[in-house]
T-cell receptor, first 110, second 113 residues
């Protein structure tokens, strides 16, 4: 089966940097995705890592270590609008099934 | 134009009723999904269709029946609604079945009273 673990909530201040970790257990692994969901909104795709290393997209970066079954999402220069839930997700070996973690609620304070 | 649109946005109904949620995508994607998000925000896949064919059917009560009349549409019909069905249901689509990038609709908040 597959399971993902991420912290349930994180709090940070505007302008700061925050890292949201995700560890996973899966019998087949293709890559790790990250999604953002604002309250009342739809999950939206942020990034995907299939290979080890850091991928940067503006203020957001995502990292993967396949040997450690671990990844993280790094958010820099935090803004109030970054307050949302962040989900890591893995593609399992059962073809087309994206499995989500339970989400990390990020609160950005002034 | 909304890429993935689902209706209705809110659905309030009594136990035992039957209801449907409709979803349409204009992205030209081959694959569509239904996900259920519970009150703890846990997102769980229910069904997936690729080119109108069912490819994923999770352990979902058979009161839930998806239907894909064409690859741009995926509807969800729920019979004999129960209190535990209350959740937000998201439709999503992707280019192909094994995609890491899903495009989600805005969700249907179902409340069963």
């Amino acid at each position: 089966g597959q399971s993902l673990e991420q912290p349930s909530e994180v709090t940070a201040v505007e302008g700061a940097i925050v890292q949201i970790n995700c560890t996973y257990q899966t019998s087949g692994f293709y890559g790790l995705s990250w999604y953002q969901q604002h309250d009342g909104g739809a999950p939206t795709f942020l990034s995907y890592n299939a290979l080890d290393g850091l991928e940067e997209t503006g203020r957001f970066s995502s990292f993967l270590s396949r040997s450690d079954s671990y990844g993280y999402l790094l958010l820099q220069e935090l803004q109030m609008k970054d307050s949302a839930s962040y989900f890591c997700a893995v593609l399992g070996n059962q073809g087309g099934k994206l499995i989500f973690g339970q989400g990390t609620e990020l609160s950005v304070k002034p | 134009d909304t890429a993935v649109s689902q209706t209705p946005k809110y659905l309030v109904t009594q136990m035992g009723n039957d209801k449907s949620i409709k979803c349409e995508q204009n992205l030209g994607h081959d694959t569509m999904y239904w996900y259920k998000q519970d009150s703890k925000k846990f997102l769980k896949i229910m069904f997936s269709y690729n080119n109108k064919e069912l490819i994923i059917n999770e352990t979902v009560p058979n009161r839930f029946s998806p239907k894909s009349p064409d690859k741009a549409h995926l509807n969800l019909h729920i019979n004999s609604l129960e209190l535990g069905d209350s959740a937000v249901y998201f439709c999503a689509s992707s280019h192909r079945p094994d995609s890491e990038k899903l495009f989600f609709g805005s969700g249907t908040q179902l409340s069963v009273l």
